[in-house]
């Protein structure tokens, strides 16, 4: 099985805990940073203000938002080729971070729009995107909710994760051709140069947090598969039987 | 015992084909490989709970075992790995030489299952569903009329299933069976819902196949309307075999059983 | 398993698909109604303003096969679950996606007749009037439908044997369904109108690539869903 009990004793977990809450704590303070350097060193838009500056966590969650998203499909592929448990727990980890990040992208971008148009949602091609996105991941977080059986669960998530991940550029595609009909494109320049510089290491600093939230996710959930192995090896030690 | 003849499953035996002969008894070994059926140390999960724990058994050629277990015992469980429905969480199993898993066809080509439930179509008559089973088969629907003769269907061919009893479903269900000709039939609880005819036509089927080189795995609750077909009985219980037990010819046979890796008659 | 082999497979699962369909006599009839039903649900909820009615009629028709549908696809798997006969479905020698494009064909077959009562009644309710090309339209129609079963064949494989059924298919299948979707909304709009922008048949080239890759996808990730 994919999982080893033996890097779980009671020593090596509360030291792999204590260097991850470390890690943790490390990770937040880079991005704390990198939010504060951006926010700093950008000039005010000349038409947003300061509002502009919630691109810093807006566009780096889009960006690592789709770098979850490739990682569900990877990892799919990589559980119906060689079956290993593993492989779908890291791709239901990235699920989760992935509908956080398109939840915070929503929430955003709607809190951008606002103030700049004075509504809430403006069917912007992205964006709109992005929600059909969130509902994808939100539905392979429900479907992996309602199946027990764990070779079944996995199964089924990583066909529908595959699927998902086929299904993700030719959504954008299609919607976007689909606002360009009707309504010129409205969301805000990403390519000035002043703002890159702070886009970029903000993007990095989110790449970080979202490799640490998989790899947490997928630690817990490897110490769940851990504790239904000694519940295995419970059940199948004290059988009997003339083949024990 | 012959000298030479080494057995059992201790590491580096091997189960050699032959004949023993002992004063009250003969002792016919199979080889392993020759079985109709082997399953090692198969295990099965559903959720958190373990219906098979660790199931080693071989099913010889021209062999009837019988398993008996209370409900939940994983009786079911057992059969349907064998027929490839479900696959097991952990060990291997091979019918007739063919993994399975890794060759599921080849084995599906060669098992019947009949399930307790009737696994037929509701709304079509039982000639057509015994059509669909033959254009499912990749056979040619000749035999049709002789199958439904031979469970006793024949007037009620036109008939739709949903018309029909319990006891009539599963003659129905016995009756695509017939029509693959299987090598190795598996049975789950074929006795129930069926009246003495019944019984005694299941028991023909069965030795029809047996006579032919096949095996047969039945899933029972009593033994007695298997009569003395069963060469042998498995009990399970919690997922495991805890007896396996010959008929009265041959005393001490589990022992030897448990030492010898392929089957005693 | 030969081609002819898996092929006659293939067709005798349409076959027994719908025979048992026209058999169970409430089928087709139940679902239409439920289109026709929520057609004439937006139809109030629109308003009564004709212009209204008729920039959302080909969005308002959409909606309702897609409702009506997504019943459709659940009852494909129930008789196989009904009597325990999937078990045995599986337990014949051959492909699995055999079993996937007899489904699919089968359903297909369904929804379209579906469609011959929902569509001319939207067109009643919704004043559109029936443009020259209507050939056309009839052609897209199907090809919407094709990608809609598609996917809904493959996604109620897992709904419909899981819990929670009834709102995990529509979870599942409706966001992969957006692309599928706006093009077959758009082009409809297009060729309603007459066309006046020349974009519909865009959308309709767009509609037959997103026909055939999840067709290709759904053919090839089959076997995993049903298997297990």
């Given at each position: 099985m994919g999982v080893s009990t033996a890097d779980l004793t009671m020593a090596s977990a509360t030291q792999s805990r204590t260097r991850g809450a470390w890690a943790g704590i490390g990770i937040f303070v880079l991005l704390a940073l990198t939010q504060w350097i951006a926010i700093s060193i950008s000039v005010p838009d000349r038409d947003m203000g300061h509002l502009q500056k919630i691109m810093y966590v807006h566009v780096p969650a889009a960006w690592n938002m789709m770098i979850a998203y490739f990682v569900v499909a990877i990892f799919s592929l990589r559980y119906l080729w060689k079956g290993q448990e593993r492989d779908d727990l890291i791709a239901a980890a990235a699920a989760e971070s992935g509908a956080v990040l398109t939840g915070l992208l929503l929430v955003l971008g709607m809190i951008w729009a606002k103030p700049t148009?004075?509504?809430?949602?403006?069917?912007?091609a992205r964006l709109t995107s992005s929600a059909v996105l969130f509902f994808m991941y939100v539905g392979y977080l429900i479907l992996r909710a309602f199946v027990d059986d764990p070779d079944r669960r996995a199964q089924w998530s990583a066909a529908v994760g595959l699927l998902g991940a086929l299904n993700v550029p030719i959504v954008y595609m299609s919607v976007r051709w689909w606002r360009t009909l009707h309504q010129p494109q409205s969301s805000p320049s990403t390519v000035d140069p002043n703002y890159v510089i702070g886009l970029r290491i903000n993007a990095i600093a989110f790449l970080i947090v979202l490799i640490y939230f998989i790899r947490h996710r997928y630690e817990s959930a490897k110490m769940e598969r851990a504790a239904d192995q000694l519940h295995e090896r419970a059940a199948l030690a004290t059988r009997g039987g003339i083949n024990a | 015992m012959k000298p030479d003849a080494r057995v059992g499953e201790y590491p580096g035996s091997r189960v050699v084909a032959g004949t023993i002969r002992l004063p009250t008894v003969t002792l016919r070994i199979t080889d392993r490989d020759d079985a109709a059926a082997t399953m090692t140390s198969v295990t099965r999960r559903f959720g958190r709970r373990w219906a098979l724990r660790g199931v080693s058994l071989t099913i010889a050629r021209g062999e009837v075992v019988g398993v008996e277990g209370h409900n939940g015992s994983g009786k079911s469980t057992l059969l349907r790995i064998l027929s490839t429905a479900i696959r097991p969480t952990g060990g291997t199993a091979q019918v007739f030489g063919e993994d399975?898993?890794?060759?599921a066809d080849a084995v599906r080509a060669q098992v019947a299952f009949l399930t307790h439930?009737?696994?037929?179509?509701?709304?079509?008559s039982a000639e057509e569903n015994l059509r669909f089973a033959c254009r499912m088969l990749g056979i040619d629907g000749a035999r049709i009329p002789e199958v439904l003769a031979r469970v006793g269907l024949e007037r009620e061919g036109r008939e739709i299933v949903r018309t029909f009893s319990a006891g009539m479903q599963r003659r129905l269900s016995l009756a695509r069976l017939l029509l693959q000709r299987p090598r190795l039939l598996l049975l789950d609880e074929?006795?129930?819902?069926?009246d003495p005819a019944g019984i005694a036509l299941v028991n023909d089927v069965v030795r029809e196949v047996r006579s032919e080189g096949g095996a047969a795995m039945i899933v029972l609750h009593d033994r007695h309307s298997a009569g003395n077909l069963l060469d042998r009985v498995a009990t399970l219980r919690q997922g495991v075999v805890h007896e396996s037990s010959d008929d009265e010819r041959a005393p001490g046979a589990p022992l030897l059983q448990s030492l010898v890796g392929g089957r005693l008659t | 398993m030969t081609w002819s082999a898996e092929w006659r497979r293939v067709g005798a699962i349409v076959w027994k698909d719908l025979t048992t369909e026209r058999r169970s006599k409430a089928g087709v009839n139940a679902v239409a109604f439920m289109g026709v039903l929520v057609l004439l649900l937006f139809g109030f909820a629109l308003g009564p303003d004709t212009e209204a009615l008729r920039r959302a009629a080909s969005g308002a028709l959409w909606l309702a096969i897609l409702f009506a549908g997504v019943l459709a696809f659940n009852r494909s798997y129930q008789l196989e679950l009904d009597g325990g006969a999937l078990e045995s479905l599986l337990l014949?020698?051959?492909?699995?996606w055999g079993i996937y494009l007899g489904k699919l064909i089968a359903n297909l077959v369904f929804v379209l007749i579906v469609e011959v009562v929902v569509v001319p009644i939207a067109l009643i309710l919704y004043q559109v009037a029936l443009p020259p090309g209507w050939p056309a339209l009839l052609g897209v129609t199907v090809m919407g439908t094709i990608g809609f079963v598609t996917l809904g064949t493959f996604y109620a494989a897992m709904s419909s044997r899981s819990r929670a059924r009834e709102v995990l298919l529509p979870l599942l299948l409706f966001p992969m369904l957006v692309p599928v979707l706006l093009a077959s909304v758009e082009a409809l709009t297009g060729l309603l109108a007459g066309d006046p922008m020349r974009e519909a048949g865009a959308w309709v080239r767009l509609l037959g690539a997103f026909d055939i890759i999840f067709l290709v996808a759904s053919l090839l990730a089959f076997e995993y869903v049903i298997e297990v």
């Open positions: 148009w004075g509504i809430w949602w403006t069917w912007d | 399975v898993v890794k060759n439930y009737p696994g037929l179509y509701d709304d079509l074929p006795y129930n819902n069926f | 014949y020698p051959g492909a699995r």
